[in-house]
């Protein structure tokens, strides 16, 4: 069996990351490593729980979505991060775009629809990491 992606649900509200939680309980090659409140908590968790892919909140106290996503992006450039978010507005999606999210979804969302999400996600980053620098590419050339 293939590696199971280790997915992090960050979320104030308890009830939405026990249900987030329940739909990816449904694949068998996802698995919920952490949980955290807030951004600051996602933050500290990230190194030692290191997720493939964080699932974030945009409206949260101590450190909301955004900022926490733009962080995340930065210090961990191999993580995902996936926006679910009540907010229906273009602008909140191009904020959370330019901070470094790989997509956006609407809340609430499907379990279909969430999973196809961080399945696919997670196999492009694997394949960004994985595909050969070009560097790489001239050497294999030259020999």
């Known amino acids: 069996m ?9 979320d104030d509200s308890a009830e939405t990351r026990q249900c987030i939680r329940m739909l990816l309980a449904m694949a068998e090659d996802i ?7 807030n ?4 933050l500290k968790k990230l190194a030692v729980m290191a997720p493939d892919v964080v699932l974030m909140d945009i409206n949260m106290p101590v450190l909301n979505g955004v900022e926490a996503t733009e ?6 450039p191999a993580v995902s991060v996936i926006v679910l978010s009540v907010q229906n507005d273009v602008e909140y999606v191009r904020r959370c775009l330019r901070a470094g999210a790989r997509h956006y979804l609407f809340k609430p969302v499907t379990a279909e629809m969430l999973v ?8 492009r980053e694997r394949d ?10 001239e050497q294999t050339w030259r020999c």
């Open 2 to 10: 293939a590696e199971r992606v280790r997915v992090m649900i960050v």
């Open 31 to 37: 698995e919920v490593v952490a949980e955290a409140e």
């Open 39 to 42: 951004g600051a908590e996602a």
């Open 71 to 76: 962080r995340i992006c930065r210090q961990y």
């Open 116 to 123: 196809q999400t961080v399945r696919s996600l997670n196999g």
């Open 128 to 137: 960004r990491h994985e595909r050969p620098r070009a560097s790489d590419v």
